[in-house]
């Protein structure tokens, strides 16, 4: 191969302490270019640092590897072809039409020296350098598309098994690999590049069984092997190769948060089989059911009818959830509750529980697995009026009966816009009787205000 050639010959000029004498013609004249040794290897770490990190860890390859080729090459960025043309790699051939013509060492078939003319590609950045000769180690030449498969990091267990697999291959020198190895292990670069700063994440486990759907936007997203960032052996998957479509329906068996970037995952599945092969997606990928919450207080018992999953969440909520307990374990006479839910799915609501366990958990659960313990109120709409008591102060304004409601809230007579007082006058459109215990209720609205409370009738007269 002309390029392994071209590398045989730059090496030669270049290992021995030699100046390179190196021609660049430009139209018909040519120019004699003397390149003398200017930037130290640490200069030329700190340069190409950042394009040679981003590049090789985009394309999984070692970037220790990458800036030892690139220093190999150019002879730490002191070649006239690097300089004129940002090409670190000494390849030959046009980029976007644009080519330096200068002269380089050849070896003929009978191993014997000779110079020259050749076009090399010109880049304009360090970073498309970069990118040109990953993209050539990971997709290949033309003839093998896995010909260079030995440097990829999912093949190559560490960065000298790269190294070495560029023997033979990239280059034809036996000694290219180690000589690769040598400036990493001189100048640590494993340590400087090959470390790298993944994403973290929080991960809650997940029943298995939940459902959704891929979003109408999931195209603008990627199917990946682990959250995006979180490992350095991440694989993205094509939507056509996994016959994705919206509407299509997923199983969930993991949600993920990234703390940094305050954002959800999901790992999700297309089959009910939880040995199916499973893909993580952002959460704006997928449609989960929806599920409104509501904070209040009460108190309900086991219905111990039916026996129901109690959940770390609401089952099939964004959440996800997974199994505590099932409500036959719980004996208790009964169980506080400060959270209510409502999901919606395919159009069909359900209600549920927040419920506080005896193992000081809390636990969600189905509506039909508890039972309220709501009094039961008979309601009568009335249209009169009245004054406050001189006793009214002893009782509370409430927004619904007393332990008739969930979201139930309590006023105090001083927290009135307008101060009232024994004999202030108010209407009343509406009376209740709780059935159990025979007690009266109002419910009033003062002059000047819409609001209305309920209150005991003996704060009434």
Do not use: C
């Not at 000694?175 to 990493?184: E, K, M, N, R, V």
């Not at 219905?303 to 109690?310: F, K, L």
């Not at 609501?349 to 809390?362: C, D, I, M, N």
């Not at 059935?435 to 409370?453: E, H, L, N, V």
């Amino acid at each position: 191969m002309k390029k392994m050639t071209l590398k045989r010959g730059l090496f030669l000029l270049t290992s021995i302490g030699m100046i390179a004498i190196v021609g660049t013609i430009f139209g018909n004249q040519q120019q004699v270019h003397s390149s003398t040794t200017t930037a130290t290897p640490a200069q030329f770490i700190s340069k190409m640092s950042p394009d040679v990190k981003s590049v090789a860890n985009s394309y999984k390859l070692y970037p220790s590897v990458m800036m030892a080729q690139a220093a190999l090459e150019s002879s730490w960025g002191n070649s006239t072809l690097s300089q004129e043309a940002d090409n670190y790699f000494g390849i030959k051939g046009s980029y976007s039409g644009q080519s330096v013509t200068m002269q380089t060492a050849e070896y003929d078939a009978d191993g014997q020296l000779y110079y020259t003319n050749a076009a090399f590609k010109k880049y304009p950045s360090i970073k498309a350098s970069m990118t040109d000769n990953a993209e050539l180690l990971r997709n290949g030449p033309s003839f093998s598309s896995t010909y260079y498969s030995g440097t990829w990091r999912e093949n190559a267990a560490t960065y000298s098994d790269a190294a070495n697999a560029l023997t033979g291959t990239y280059a034809t020198a036996p000694t290219y690999g180690a000589s690769l190895i040598s400036i990493i292990s001189q100048y640590k670069l494993d340590t400087l590049l090959d470390v790298q700063n993944l994403d973290k994440a929080t991960y809650y486990g997940a029943a298995g069984s939940e459902t959704g759907t891929l979003s109408s936007s999931y195209s603008k997203y990627v199917a990946y092997n682990h959250v995006k960032g979180t490992n350095a052996n991440q694989t993205k998957y094509a939507w056509k190769t996994l016959s994705g479509k919206s509407g299509k329906k997923v199983w969930f068996d993991m949600r993920a948060v990234k703390p940094a970037s305050k954002t959800t995952w999901y790992r999700i599945r297309f089959s009910s089989a939880k040995t199916a092969k499973k893909y993580w997606v952002y959460s704006k990928a997928v449609t989960l059911p929806t599920t409104t919450y509501q904070s209040g207080s009460t108190n309900v018992t086991i219905n111990h009818a039916v026996n129901r999953e109690i959940h770390n969440h609401v089952y099939n909520s964004n959440y996800l959830s997974k199994q505590i307990q099932m409500s036959k374990t719980l004996t208790g006479s009964k169980y506080s509750v400060d959270s209510i839910a409502t999901r919606t799915q395919n159009g069909i609501k359900t209600t549920w529980y927040r419920v506080a366990l005896e193992s000081k958990t809390k636990g969600w659960i189905f509506s039909d697995g508890v039972k309220t313990t709501y009094d039961a109120v008979k309601y009568t709409n009335v249209k009169k009026s009245g004054k406050l008591s001189t006793s009214y102060a002893k009782y509370t304004l409430y927004n619904h009966i007393k332990n008739t409601h969930f979201k139930q809230t309590e006023t105090k007579w001083t927290a009135l816009k307008k101060a009232v007082k024994a004999n202030t006058a108010v209407t009343i459109d509406a009376t209740g009787v709780k059935t159990k215990y025979g007690t009266k209720w109002d419910r009033i609205k003062f002059a000047g205000s819409t609001t209305k409370y309920w209150v005991s009738e003996k704060a009434i007269k």
